[in-house]
């Protein structure tokens, strides 16, 4: 038998939600669900577990901040000591409180870059990359619920079909993987 990949359409994000709680108190292991948003409460629904990415984020702001603090010594102390203000420029230490708004600024901007390439890298979405998006409704205002038989061998296919339908589906699509 050849395994089958059910799309399960759904027009609103609360309709897919009671489905996805009934399809897994059935049993049914739901692979993914794409949507336009994020559903609130659904990731412990389908048992998707927390991820890194907040200890990926903090190591990208702490490697920013450290490099504004190099950057800093180095243009203001080392390489172009400068009398502004009359602040003294023969220690960094001295002139740290005038250099936060810069260490702040460049953290912000190695997280947020550092963060967006691991979101296209960890999401496959980098141009060139093969899309995995099973309807491009998706993106606008459809729910889509992927199911694999592969992951339920305990139901046929005519069963995983029969309990699909039983919830408040708008449409169902059925390929071979």
């Not at 702040?104 to 998006?133: D, K």
Request: net charge negative.
């Amino acid at each position: 038998m050849a395994n089958k990949v059910f799309h399960v359409m759904y027009d609103d994000d609360q309709k897919l939600l009671d489905a996805a709680t009934v399809l897994v108190k059935q049993g049914i292991q739901v692979k993914d669900v794409f949507s336009p948003f994020p559903v609130h409460g659904l990731d412990p629904i389908i048992g998707v577990k927390r991820t890194r990415l907040a200890i990926a984020s903090f190591m990208y702001a702490t490697t920013g901040t450290l490099l504004a603090i190099l950057g800093t010594w180095y243009f203001m102390i080392h390489d172009w000591p400068m009398n502004i203000g009359g602040k003294p420029n023969f220690t960094w230490i001295e002139n740290a409180p005038a250099f936060v708004p810069i260490m702040f600024e460049f953290s912000v901007f190695c997280a947020a870059h550092g963060m967006a390439i691991t979101y296209f890298l960890r999401n496959g979405t980098l141009p060139g990359m093969p899309a995995s998006n099973p309807d491009p409704r998706t993106t606008d205002d459809k729910f889509v619920m992927e199911i694999v038989t592969e992951d339920n061998h305990a139901f046929s296919v005519s069963d995983l079909e029969e309990k699909i339908r039983a919830t408040e589906v708008f449409e169902l699509s059925i390929k071979d993987c």
